[in-house]
């Protein structure tokens, strides 16, 4: 609204109120631009405004925000009066909890049972995957080569093995959603499908995607895809079925080396808060300034 | 406020003007609040409703709180060993018909539970509870594999059957001639 007003006061470029500028006119003093025939010049002035409130409130209309979130004021169904805005994670503050997901690549063996599991959990269609799992090799010679972990791990794949005299040095890095707090994939959707939940949570509304692909490729990490089976963008949810149920995520359930660590941020007293006190860890592209809330612990420079 | 101005012929296109502003924001306000959902922007802006539906959906992968209510021998032989943090489904398989069924005899004990099925040679969590004295099981995570951390027992199979003096080489259960899957001994 206050858009709109500053606009009209703009555009009475001369005296102020109407009233003030008849009454000037009509003593013909001060206020030159005033001069015109009072009848002509009134009618300029008031195309311009009208023209201006029209603008305005067309504008207004295709904003696509319902009506209590435009004010800061409390709503009836808001009564603490938090303001409910878009970026802010602040609407329920009362039960306010933030997960958070640490991979320790010194830890991880590889043997892919975490793929499997989140397959079975999610009913994740063949050839796509929600979580993956990478291995860098760094051969002698300086090459660096990636590879995707198969579900059975190499050990149970017909992948031909690596003469371990070649390698340098080598190690596994398990991908999933980042849960980035500032989500490119949640700000380009057209149609609100992608949001955040009350934890902290990205997640897509089935009902309401229309399967665009927009947030596929908003996405830096590639983590999002369209499922062929449901048409929607489907993406890894830190299983929020499992979490909501103070259940581990499946893939965190399935890792026998606990590679994986899966707990509340907001705790002091959960261990992924103490083993992020306790090791230096980094995360995946923070120059993006996405704030992703998934850690890596000894995240060699290679890994992107 | 002059009536007369405003109402008189020369303001004519100007009423026009008015109307149609009038009309058209008010159809586009229609049109919005048609397509925006009820409980949009109850929460934040989204469809509320889809976090229950998100949240609905079933737990498949079983934890091990359910299988050590009945096998309590279990916890105890693990905890000291080495496979203190290797949970039930990584040898076992997921077992959630096995769970039904437990359940069921539980209450009533003409309820028979069915044996559990062979080991397919692969981590499926779909299938249901099986036995696992096979290496298969064993050598899915122990198989020396590159990249895999130095601290983590990985074996070279061949090498250390030979090397452990192995009496049946090929036999499926040559590991448990030395090891047990609970607490294996090193
Ligand atoms: S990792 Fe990708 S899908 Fe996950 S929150 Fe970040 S941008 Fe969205
Ligand atoms: S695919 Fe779905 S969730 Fe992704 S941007 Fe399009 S509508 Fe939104």
Known sequence: MKFQLNILNNGGDCCGSDDSREKQCGNHTGCGGCSDAPDASSRRQFLNKASTVALGSFSLTLLPMSGDLLSDEPSPDDPDGAPADAGSRTADQSDEVVYGFLVDTERCVGTGKCLTACREENNVPEGYARTWVERFVHYKDGTVQVDLVPETGFAGSDVPPIAPGLVDRAYFVPKLCNQCEDAPCNQVCPVHAAFTSPEGVELVDPDRCIGCAYCVQACPYGVRFINPETGNADKCTWCYHRIKRNETPACVEACPVDARVFGRLDDPESELRKRLAAIPTSVLKEHLGTHPKLHYVAKSGEVI | ?186
């Open chain 2, 1 to 186: 406020m002059n009536w007369k101005l405003i109402f008189s012929r020369n303001t004519r296109h100007l009423r026009i003007l008015v109307l149609l502003v009038v009309a058209g924001g008010g159809g586009a306000f229609f049109v919005r609040s048609q397509m925006i959902p009820a409980d949009y922007g109850q929460n934040g802006p989204y469809r509320h409703a889809a976090l229950a539906k998100i949240e609905a959906q079933p737990s498949v992968l079983q934890s091990d709180t359910t299988c050590l209510k009945c096998h309590t021998n279990v916890e105890e032989e693990r905890s000291e060993s080495p496979h203190a943090a290797v949970r039930c489904l990584h040898c076992h398989g997921n077992g959630k018909q096995h769970i039904v069924d437990a359940t069921k005899a539980g209450e009533f004990p003409e309820h028979s539970i069915p044996p559990a099925k062979k080991w397919d040679g692969k981590f499926r969590t779909h299938t249901d509870l099986f036995i696992t004295h096979d290496r298969a099981t064993c050598l899915s995570c122990h198989t020396r594999v590159v990249g895999m951390p130095d601290s983590f027992l990985s074996i070279n199979v061949a090498a250390h059957l030979e090397e452990q003096g192995a009496e049946e080489i090929n036999s499926k259960n040559v590991c448990f001639e030395c090891h047990e899957g609970h607490s294996p001994g090193l």
